[in-house]
């Protein structure tokens, strides 16, 4: 088992939450390509994006029927909109461990300050990241905010 899915599953352990990494026949880089093979709503795949706030990690965990809006996420933060920008891959490895396209929200070298989409509540489960493309896990919102210890925003526009 890859190192970066053998953390998720550490990690879900640890937890008591309930270990169901699922290994999809295809890389899944987007929520699209997931629900696809899931066969569930785009907007309950759990996106993990990792952004920069004033040069510190800020994973976004959103709903992949969402797209992030940055001035949402500078007013959370208490920082002007500029300071806030999607990280590029090699930031994203070096803070998650993982690769763009199959970043989980959980497994990471060191926990990162996580917000959750709200709208990931009206799912009663939804699918996440497990490490990499082709790797998923299913939980609850409620699972996942607590596994990250992350607050719970509106991290998209209407």
Known sequence: MHTAVQRVRE????????????????????AAAAAAQ???AVGAVAN????????????VVTSGGH????RLLAGLR???HRRVRRA?????????????????????????????????HTYPHIWAGAGLPHTVFR???ADL??????????VAGA
């Open 139 to 141: 939980t609850t919102c």
């Open 48 to 59: 993990s994006i990792v952004f920069r706030v004033d040069g510190e990690p800020l994973l």
């Open 38 to 40: 899931l066969g569930c």
């Open 88 to 120: 590029d891959p090699d930031y994203v490895l070096e803070v998650t461990g993982q690769r763009v396209g199959g970043v989980a929200p959980i497994g990471h070298p060191e926990p990162l300050p996580t917000l959750i989409d709200e709208h990931l």
């Open 78 to 80: 208490g920082v002007a």
């Open 11 to 30: 990690v879900l352990t640890e937890h008591g939450a309930p270990v169901s990494i699922v290994e999809l026949p295809d890389p899944a880089p987007t």
């Open 67 to 70: 797209r992030v809006d940055t």
């Open 145 to 154: 905010t607590r596994l990250t210890g992350a607050r719970t925003a509106r």
